[in-house]
């Protein structure tokens, strides 16, 4: 596996694959690779003659300082994990690669961007967008490949790529578990045991949700979500939504013409948890 640091250096590489004929798969990380980054990788693989992954955590997108300072910094283990399944380039720039200047650029994702994780976060879309903008500018890969437990995320960069008219395919792939249902997440490594088992339950409410949603309505399924997730001890929650996949926007009735996302955001003692369900109508 190659090893880039220069984003001069990783455009002359890439040039060269594409001049040869050369596909290329992207997967954008800030490193503290697990199970979940790895099957982006596969699935790379799998599509693409060239896989690239970068490393970078972005302090654009961090609404507290604290989760950027205390986030994790494992590039040796990232780079062996890597090369195991097979990533031929990872991109590890450094800040002033990647902001060689302040970037005061301002996106507008319009009511895609003001929900869920934009009502709790104000700016962290607005920080994803700058980095993987730099990102796609950076590396002009013909697929970039994002895990659908960041849904939200997931839809904002479809719309970027919309906007900006980035000639890039965005492929969401399905969420990696732990055995316990956990949602995979490099925040996992800051839970103690105990708040994994506590963590668990998250997953456990959003799979009965699923098996269930038909005998109630989009309103009593989410005030029984809300109460027993409120309800559990060692969780503290942020908000619970039913929304359409394509807006983001709060479903008000079961519809076989929407695809259907429950989304979660929940506090296991300082550590922040997202997770998602899809609904099969």
């Known amino acids: 596996m190659i090893v880039v640091e220069t984003i001069k250096e990783m455009q002359a590489m890439l040039a060269n694959y594409k001049n040869k004929g050369k596909s290329i798969g992207f997967v954008p990380t800030m490193g503290a690779l697990h199970k979940g980054h790895l099957s982006l990788i596969e699935a790379s693989n799998k599509a693409c003659d060239i896989t690239v992954s970068s490393i970078f955590v972005n302090p654009t997108q961090f609404n507290v300082q604290e989760d950027f300072d205390k986030y994790p910094r494992t590039f040796d283990t990232d780079r062996q994990l890597l090369e195991s399944v097979n990533c031929d380039i990872v991109f590890v720039p450094s800040f002033d690669?990647?902001?060689p200047?302040?970037?005061t650029r301002e996106f507008n994702f319009g009511e895609l961007?003001?929900?869920?994780?934009?009502?709790h976060r104000p700016g962290h879309f607005n920080g994803v967008a700058q980095i993987v903008s730099k990102l796609f500018d950076a590396?002009?890969?013909?697929?970039a490949f994002f895990g659908q437990?960041?849904?939200q995320q997931y839809v904002i960069i479809k719309d970027l790529v919309r906007q900006y008219k980035y000639d890039i395919q965005i492929i969401a792939c399905p969420i990696i578990r732990e055995k316990?249902?956990?949602a995979m997440s490099s925040r996992n490594q800051r839970l103690s045991d105990s708040d994994k088992v506590v963590a668990s339950e998250i997953s456990k409410i959003l799979f009965w949700a699923k098996d269930n949603y038909k005998n109630y309505t989009v309103l009593d399924l989410k005030s029984i979500i809300t109460k027993r997730l409120s309800k559990t001890k060692g969780l503290d929650l942020e908000y619970f939504d039913i929304v359409?996949?394509?807006?983001?926007?709060t479903v008000e009735k079961w519809n076989t013409e929407q695809n259907i996302v429950a989304c979660v955001a929940v506090f296991c003692g300082k550590v922040r948890l997202i997770d998602n369900i899809v609904f099969n109508l």
């Open 97 to 99: 690669e990647m902001y």
């Open 101 to 103: 200047q302040k970037d």
């Open 113 to 119: 961007g003001n929900v869920m994780e934009g009502a």
């Open 139 to 143: 590396i002009p890969a013909n697929k």
């Open 149 to 151: 437990k960041d849904f």
């Open 180 to 182: 316990s249902g956990l």
């Open 244 to 249: 359409d996949d394509n807006n983001l926007q």
